[in-house]
């Protein structure tokens, strides 16, 4: 199949971005373009010893009765030197937003709540619904508006104590639908996101957004 690059505007915001920033920085990730398909759940199912039931499986519903794995998530995972409320904090307030990732946002302080982010002059606007947030631990959203590829999408942060100070961060963008289009761009800018989050967790004076407006 050949690959189809998109045209959305943000997507090309994204590109110009990413190719600035990162001209001169070796982002480590993991493979660009897992599909879940080819993914073991059990392994995941693991790793959430049991708390599955907080999230959704990573499943769509084919119409047939029967659930077929969606075609792709993206998946990162950092170490940041902060603890658990530090990270929390920076994925789930508006000053911990605009200090690493976009500087027009709203955050609800409670599950249900609308999250509203605001790119290329506010001329883009991305609302994800808290489905779960757990204090110091979990974050989950569900995106309800935005882009049509990332409409019913599933973002989702788990917050890992490893150490004195210091925690594993994994980051999930699950259920797309697939991975062209705005995937592949927005898996490479997730992974400078996440590094970003890092040093404004480690660094109470970093405020440097990736989209400013």
Not at 9 to 28: E, H, R, S
Not at 67 to 76: G, T
Not at 163 to 181: A, Y
């Amino acid at each position: 199949m050949e690959f189809q690059p998109c045209h959305h505007p943000f997507c090309a915001k994204i590109g110009q971005l990413f190719a600035a920033y990162f001209a001169n920085v070796a982002i480590l990730t993991q493979p660009p373009y897992q599909s879940a398909r080819n993914r073991d759940l059990k392994g995941s199912r693991q790793f959430h010893q049991g708390q599955t039931s907080d999230l959704h499986d990573c499943y769509v519903d084919t119409g047939s009765g029967q659930k077929e794995p969606n075609m792709a998530d993206i998946l990162h995972q950092i170490t940041i030197e902060a603890a658990p409320p530090e990270i929390y904090a920076a994925l789930t307030t508006i000053n911990g937003i605009k200090s690493w990732w976009t500087d027009a946002c709203e955050m609800p302080d409670h599950e249900g709540g609308q999250c509203k982010f605001w790119f290329d002059q506010k001329a883009t606007c991305f609302t994800m619904t808290a489905k779960r947030l757990l204090p110091h631990q979990r974050v989950f959203w569900l995106c309800t508006d935005g882009p049509k590829e990332w409409i019913g999408t599933e973002l989702w942060w788990e917050i890992t104590p490893i150490g004195q100070n210091q925690c594993r961060v994994d980051f999930k963008h699950m259920n797309w639908v697939s991975d062209e289009g705005m995937f592949p761009l927005c898996n490479s800018t997730w992974g400078g996101l996440m590094f970003r989050l890092k040093k404004s967790c480690e660094n109470a004076d970093f405020q440097e957004p990736l989209f400013v407006n």
